[in-house]
């Protein structure tokens, strides 16, 4: 019984010092404020975006059903197309899928194009060429 009874003054007193702390006022004096240096306003000119230049081109077959849509969409080009169900299955079966996705462009190499030569190209002699003959 002693135990207790020594306990609960104990707790009193450090109850009571915690909401002394919690309930100081904040000191009256104004908060320091920095001069912002007023700036004559320039005139901002806001231009809308261009609208990006989207050329979507569509593959139909004999019947007018779209086979595929290349969407060209500013420095990107991506296939879209159909996605037709697989076997007997019908859409929404287990078995056929609801969506395809796109298919991205990553590279493409120009093999059977010749290559453009520069003016400096151009005036330069070939290697290959042998020198003129010299007469003796």
Known sequence: MKRSSLLWPTLVLTL?????????TPSQAPPKL??????????????SKQ???????????????????????????????????????????????NQRGPMWTVLEFDLGKKKKKTPEEEAAPDANVPPPPTVK
């Open 34 to 47: 920095e001069k912002i240096e007023e700036v004559a306003d320039d005139g901002v000119t806001i231009s």
């Open 51 to 97: 609208q990006s230049e989207n050329k979507i081109t569509e593959r139909r077959d004999n019947n007018g059903n779209v086979v595929e849509a290349t969407v060209k969409s500013g420095p990107s080009t991506y296939t879209v197309k159909p996605n037709h169900p697989v076997g007997a299955s019908l859409p929404g079966d287990m078995t056929s899928g």
């Open 16 to 24: 009571s010092a915690h909401t002394a702390l919690a309930q100081s």
